[in-house]
């Protein structure tokens, strides 16, 4: 069909049983990026890119509730973090950020951030609390007799949040051995939340260059809850396997012909074994910092994270006329 009527391509999709859509489209819709105008943050999904058929590639919270992406340098996971948090910011759930290094990706977004870890250390005490806050909230659940927070009443229910993890090895990798009781701390928190906390509204977001075996322990089994996957170019075909393989076999083969020349391509996946092209917008980070202190206000009161609350500096006023009178200087 793509030869006979000269299209660039045709996507064949199962709506339901017994009906398939045939979807063509007669350029790349990948060379320059737009999302349709109807794409917009709702409940807790985000359109964060555009497939290759020309649709949103939309991250739903409650469809996928955990995910993992992987990257190589330059190219474009950074910028897929932004569009995230963009779509985020605008949402009413909490925003927490985990960025060992030193707050530099994501400090700029501290107005909306309702928590934010710069080091390993404070990542550890922050995923405790969250594990604390993960506890609480299955307390909830049990005294009302419900497995799942959105059968909560709405006066009820606890504010979904969002875990976004920067660079997953910092929380991994040791220098010393006395850093291994907190590695051990952290990797456990992270499982835990993993397995558990989508029925509690906590979401994990994480990121990183490689992420297997060769971490350590634990990582293989925190790898195996990240249901979706987004893996965008890396430098060597074993980090697409590590991303890819196990839930969609056929998608590494894509994952490893991604051009250095267009940034922000990637493969997304998940269980189900269904995978397309997608490419993200370029959006700047001034743009995301501008949406951040614009939805300052929908940060949620939660009195467990206010110790990791950023510190947000104010702004400096803008110069302007002097307001004194000058007096004239006489002999």
């Known amino acids: ?70 990257g ?6 950074s910028v897929y973090q932004r569009n995230l948090i963009k779509g985020l910011a605008r949402l ?45 909230r299955f307390d909830l659940l049990s005294l009302h007799g419900v497995s799942d927070v959105w059968e909560l009443p709405e006066r009820l229910r606890p ?16 220098s010393s051995r006395k850093d291994e009781e907190r590695r051990e701390r952290i990797v456990t928190a992270l499982i835990r939340l993993a397995q558990m906390a989508r029925a509690v509204g906590i979401h994990l977001e994480i990121c990183g260059q490689r992420f297997g075996s060769e971490l350590g322990k634990g990582a293989t089994m925190l790898r195996a809850q990240l249901t979706g996957r987004v893996v965008h170019r890396v430098n060597d075909k074993q980090t697409a ?5 196990d839930v969609a076999p056929d998608a590494v083969v894509a994952a490893g012909l991604i051009p250095a020349e267009r940034p922000g391509t990637a493969v997304a996946a998940d269980s189900s074994g269904g995978w397309a092209k997608i ?40 110069p302007g006329p002097s307001l004194v009178k000058p007096l004239p200087v006489t002999d």
């Open 1 to 70: 069909m793509r030869h006979a009527w000269g299209v660039h391509s045709v996507t064949v999709a199962e709506t339901k049983p017994g009906y398939v859509e045939l979807r063509m489209t007669g350029y790349d819709v990948l060379r320059r990026v737009r999302l349709p105008r109807g794409a917009r943050p709702e409940g807790l999904a985000v359109p964060v890119a555009l497939r290759e058929d020309g649709t949103a590639f939309v991250r739903d919270y409650r469809k996928v509730p955990m995910a993992l992406t992987l």
């Open 72 to 77: 190589a340098n330059n190219s474009g996971k």
């Open 92 to 136: 009413p759930v909490a925003l927490v950020g985990i960025d060992c290094k030193r707050g530099v990706e994501q400090s700029a977004y501290a107005p909306r951030l309702s928590a934010l870890a710069t080091t390993p250390d404070d990542s550890a005490s922050l995923l405790d609390v969250l594990v604390a806050e993960m506890e609480d």
């Open 159 to 174: 504010v979904p949040a969002v875990v976004l993890v920067d660079e997953v090895a910092e929380l991994f990798l040791i």
């Open 241 to 245: 396997e590590m991303g890819l393989a």
């Open 279 to 318: 490419r993200t917008p370029h959006t700047s980070r001034d743009e995301v910092m501008a949406v951040c202190r614009e939805f300052a206000h929908l940060v949620p009161d939660l009195p467990a994270l206010d110790p990791y609350r950023p510190h947000v500096p104010t702004d400096a006023p803008k």
